[in-house]
Nanobody
Framework: QVQLVESGGGLVQPGGSLRLSCAASGRFYAMAWYRQAPGNQRELVAVMSSGGTTNYEDSVKGRFTISRDNAKNTVFLQMNNLKPEDTAVYYC????????????WGKGTLVTVSS
């Protein structure tokens, strides 16, 4: 059974930083972060292939960085200059497709940006 376990969420002030981690129980071509704010649909934040190709949602470009440790089946999301509109539950996602969501999801970790 595939498991994705996220960690690193929490409360941070605007302008602050957080680093999310997701450990997977298997190897996947694409690993990604999605987020869902209250009342909104789940949206892609960033995705990275095992070869290093990345894609970011426009509002996080220049502030968020996705990275992977392929040897440890782990994906990270470094979030800098956080804004209140970044508040959401962040979900780890993994699968075999880069441009669409993979079939495996973590349970999510809450990120709250507030003063």
């Amino acid at each position: 059974q595939v498991q994705l376990v996220e960690s690193g969420g929490g409360l941070v002030q605007p302008g602050g930083s957080l680093r999310l981690s997701c450990a997977a129980s298997g190897r996947f071509y694409a690993m990604a972060w999605y987020r869902q704010a209250p009342g909104n649909q789940r949206e892609l934040v960033a995705v990275m292939s095992s070869g290093g190709t990345t894609n970011y949602e426009d509002s996080v470009k220049g502030r968020f960085t996705i990275s992977r440790d392929n040897a440890k089946n782990t994906v990270f999301l470094q979030m800098n200059n956080l804004k209140p509109e970044d508040t959401a539950v962040y979900y780890c996602n993994a699968g075999d497709t880069f441009w669409t969501a993979g079939m495996y999801w973590g349970k999510g970790t809450l990120v709250t940006v507030s003063s």
